[in-house]
């Protein structure tokens, strides 16, 4: 299989090439020129199989240029019962009549993130074996929050790799802050920047694609990747857990073979969401894709207007890897929409950047309205539905998943649609315990351990380990810098000194 540049769809690399570049250097997203279908047999076959088993055969059907024994060798090592606290890896747990939640936080790290940033390390070691030159790779990462963690877990003393992680000083938990300023490995390296995500995505992407800068690595036998979601390695993971959730629809009976299920998912950069929507295009039956936004509403005034706009306030909210206004994975499904259509997507990209906004065309707008809907919560219904879920239902979550279930109840409530739902839980609610803390309570203590205590009395849900072991440990990285100085951090970190 071949993948292309959104930008340039004469631009072809195979799989290996596409998770090794991260980007394309025409500031295009790759994306497969084709999709490869899954039946009902197999789906039918897989609801009898473990994650693992739906893994190797999803992933076979992307990664052309790897072995059978490669994907199942970097799909051994990824979900372990070692990394992974449920021996589903993704369970289904049923909330309330046809809403199921998918609990995608089970790894080591605690966040969704996982289900991709622990398999992306293997991907790109057979990935840099066949496309690279030897170079050290260099991972650039721009997070939101939970990326960076997952990422730095991830890839920590992977050989032959550095990771370097930049995240808003004031734009995450701290809780996620003191996941990644404490991470350990000597290939790693993280910055808090004076900013948002959208900042730190976009200064990121300028190193990235800046040709001086690839220049430098070059000599000093470097190369950048990237472990965002821009990297198809990243992305493609993300497609496995919803074929798993169907395959558990149909293992306990919630549906029979090529009935429908929609799916709700919280959504900030657009990757989670987007991966459903591949899902779908491989045969997978999905009748309704929701998309559930929180108050920084960018994709969801997007959906019922058709332009996309991100000049407006951005609010800093209890649900911060969703505070963003530039939604980078968007580009792949509009590239698909308009039917490869690239000159059109670079135009409306770069009309973002120039201007600030762009809109599509009504053959796309009627696309969109066909296959998805959207909505958004507000602080105040985020909060009232993390308390209304554990007071009806005694199922505790975050305020990420808060959103999509808020947004979920009001689709239902909307449409009066029957069809099995599935809500993608993207965190655990340790790592905003203070936001949930408050939700149920009113109010929360200062300290977040002290926040996590209270909550596991209240819920009597306990504090999973890798974040009951934050607490005390040492606090290793510092580093406060402007947008402006983070290549100058990224060469020095390096080592790399210019002239």
């Given amino acids: 299989m071949q993948y292309q540049s959104t930008r340039n769809k004469e631009l072809r690399v195979t799989s290996a090439q596409a998770i090794a570049r991260g980007i394309s250097a025409d500031k295009g997203l790759f994306v497969p020129t084709e999709f490869p279908q899954i039946s009902l047999a197999d789906l039918e076959r897989m609801s009898g199989e473990s994650y693992t088993a739906r893994a190797k055969f999803i992933l076979g059907k992307y990664l052309t240029d790897f072995s059978e024994a490669e994907v199942a060798d970097c799909v051994d090592s990824a979900y372990t019962a070692k990394k992974f606290r449920s021996a589903d890896v993704a369970p289904l747990t ?17 966040a969704f993130k996982d289900m991709a940033l622990q398999i992306l390390p293997h991907f790109m070691r057979y990935s840099v074996a066949k496309a690279g030159n030897g170079e050290e790779v260099v991972i650039l990462v721009a997070t939101s929050g939970d990326t960076g963690k997952a990422a730095l877990e991830g890839f920590c003393d992977a050989p032959n790799t550095r990771i370097l992680v930049f995240y808003p000083d004031q734009g995450v938990s701290k809780m996620q802050k003191l996941q990644m300023a404490t991470q350990e490995g000597q290939n790693v390296g993280v910055f808090a920047i004076r900013g948002n995500f959208d900042d730190a995505q976009n200064g990121v ?64 950069n657009f990757g989670n969401i987007l991966a459903a929507y591949y899902a779908k295009k491989m045969g997978l039956p999905i009748k309704k894709l929701i998309c559930a936004s929180n108050q920084n509403r960018v994709l969801t005034d997007f959906f019922e207007t058709g332009t996309y706009d991100r000049r407006r306030q951005f609010f800093t909210t209890t649900s911060p890897s969703m505070d963003i206004l530039i939604s980078s994975n968007l580009e792949r499904l509009l590239f698909d929409l308009c039917d490869g259509d690239d000159a059109e997507v670079k135009a409306w990209m770069e009309a973002l950047v120039a201007d600030g906004n762009y809109t599509v065309s009504d053959k796309v707008r009627a696309a969109l309205d066909e296959q998805f809907a959207s909505g958004c919560c507000d602080e105040a219904k985020t909060a009232a539905v993390i308390r209304d879920t554990f007071e009806n239902y005694n199922y505790l979550i975050d305020t990420h998943t808060a959103v999509a279930v808020g947004v979920c ?35 929360a203590p200062a300290d977040d351990f002290d926040c996590a205590d209270a909550l596991c009395e209240k819920s009597g849900v306990e504090m999973p380990d890798p974040l009951k072991t934050l607490k005390g440990k040492a606090v290793r990285f510092t580093t406060v810098c402007n947008k402006e100085e983070m290549r100058a951090e990224v060469l020095s970190t390096l080592g790399i000194t210019e002239g």
């Fill in 94 to 110: 049923h909330l309330h009549d046809n809403a199921y939640v998918l609990e995608l936080w089970h790894g080591p790290t605690c």
């Fill in 205 to 268: 992407k300028a190193i990235f694609t800046d040709s001086e800068t690839g220049d430098l690595l070059a000599e000093n036998g470097k190369k950048f990747s990237s472990a965002n979601s821009i990297n198809w390695g990243r992305l493609c993971p993300q497609i496995v857990y919803y074929v798993s959730a169907y395959c558990d629809l149909l293992k306990n009976g919630a549906l029979k073979a090529g009935e429908p299920m929609n799916v709700v998912v919280p959504t900030g």
């Fill in 409 to 443: 109840e009001e689709y239902l409530k909307e449409t009066g649609d029957k069809t099995p739902t599935v809500i993608a839980s993207t965190a655990n609610p340790y790592k905003f315990p203070a936001s949930v803390l408050t939700a149920l309570c009113g109010s």
